[in-house]
């Protein structure tokens, strides 16, 4: 999807809201739900609970909050959403909104909300292309203009807006705000950012939850991973080459399933390794 404030594709996803489809190989043409009730490809897993989007900001997006599993699944009847942000590219002065900066009542959210000034408690990180954020259930957020992130999630689609800079949807009407709700989930603490646990140059564990497992992996020629009992997700920040004998470019999702053995990936490139938790 795109409009006048960012770009979105989603480039894994089961959800009601929008299905993947598979683009090479024996399935293509498939939508991947189908693909995945249809093959053994899940492992330990019963069902298939991420989902990746890439995001391109071209303005602010709005200021939001998801709330966790036990409040979402209670009043919305589906999936909270913990996620993760890994930075594909940033221009110069691009930033994002990650968290408070101070500790804050909700009250005290609610008129800044109406008097327009929450972005000053808000804590404010400039990004750069390698950064990467962990935002758990309950993390006010919000992307600056300059971005294009890779996020990784839970498969959700469920979004309250605390603040949307006094914009207009399409038909002329100010875009709904959910507040009540969001002040009802909203954590009201500054974030500890967890830094990467860089192994080496060429490989880094960004991120490790409850919900999924993030890896980071540079190869100058060729490497060797393994699927075994659990799916794998393969997303290529930049470089072409090979993935066991489909050819990939900057951009490219691959689903490696559970069971699949060792597989090679052949050419320079930059890559994330996504596997589940849950």
Not at 91 to 103: D, I, M, Q, R, W
Request: proline share 2%; glycine share 6%; net charge negative.
């Amino acid at each position: 999807t795109s409009d006048d404030i960012m770009a979105e594709s989603w480039e894994l996803s089961i959800h009601q809201d929008g299905f993947s489809v598979v683009d090479s190989g024996k399935y293509k043409g498939q939508s991947l739900k189908e693909y995945l009730e249809n093959n053994n490809v899940l492992g330990n897993r019963n069902e298939l609970n991420i989902m990746i989007k890439y995001i391109d900001t071209k303005d602010s997006t709005s200021v939001q909050v998801h709330p966790n599993d036990e409040y979402a699944l209670k009043v919305e009847k589906q999936l909270g959403k913990t996620e993760l942000w890994y930075i594909m590219d940033a221009l110069e002065g691009s930033y994002v909104f990650y968290g408070v900066n101070k500790e804050i009542t909700t009250a005290e959210l609610k008129e800044r909300i109406k008097n327009n000034t929450i972005l000053e408690v808000l804590n404010k990180v400039e990004t750069k292309k390698g950064d990467s954020f962990l935002l758990e259930a309950g993390t006010i957020h919000a992307i600056g203009p300059g971005n294009l992130i890779c996020e990784i999630q839970q498969n959700s689609n469920l979004t309250y807006r605390l603040y949307d800079y006094n914009r207009y949807d399409k038909y002329g009407n100010l875009r709904e705000l959910h507040i009540d709700k969001a002040m009802e989930v909203v954590k009201t603490n500054p974030n500890i950012r967890i830094k990467p646990n860089v192994i080496d140059s060429n490989y880094q564990k960004l991120c490790s939850c409850k919900y999924f497992e993030v890896d980071y992996y540079m190869v100058d020629d060729k490497m060797f991973l393994t699927a075994e009992d659990d799916f794998q997700i393969i997303n290529f920040l930049d470089g072409k080459g090979f993935i066991e004998k489909l050819e990939y470019k900057k951009g490219d999702t691959f689903f490696v399933p559970a069971n699949y053995g060792a597989y090679k990936i052949i050419g320079r490139c930059e890559f994330l390794k996504t596997t589940s938790n849950y």
